[in-house]
């Protein structure tokens, strides 16, 4: 199984931007499909932003799309998520995930915090308005 650690949250003013690190031990990071997910207070976990074995192919939350870039460096172990033109609606604990699987069919199946097996304790990162 792979351990996970999240690091680069903090506070950041509406249009900003920040770079979060997913830091991975294991020897299946650099075959699992790995992704990103957040949850505001009182509102349920939601997908962010997901990328395959090979960082080959990303998926996007419509509503992180074109503002977020999720990559990885698997000689590192590690997940990024580069953030900018942050919004206040953008506030939540980040989660790094990893999967059991490389790669899934379709782009739905990434959205699907079930198919992750390895999370991280999360990061807190804050817009102001």
């Known amino acids: 199984q792979v351990q996970l650690v999240e690091s680069g949250g903090g506070l950041v003013q509406a249009g900003g931007s920040l770079r979060l690190s997913c830091a991975a031990s294991g020897r299946t990071f650099s075959t699992s499909a790995v992704g990103w997910f957040r949850q505001a207070p009182g509102k349920e976990r939601e997908f962010v932003a997901a990328i395959n074995w090979s960082g080959s192919s990303t998926y996007y939350a419509d509503s992180v799309k074109g503002r977020f870039t999720i990559s990885r460096d698997n000689a590192k172990n590690t997940l990024y998520l580069e953030m900018n033109s942050l919004k206040p609606e953008d506030t939540a604990v980040y989660y790094c995930?990893?999967?059991?699987?490389?790669?899934?069919?379709?782009?739905?199946?990434?959205?699907?915090?079930?198919?992750?097996?390895?999370w991280g304790p999360g990061a807190q990162v804050t817009v102001s308005s």
């Open positions: 995930a990893a999967s059991a699987a490389s790669s899934y069919s379709g782009t739905y199946q990434y959205t699907q915090s079930f198919r992750y097996t390895s």
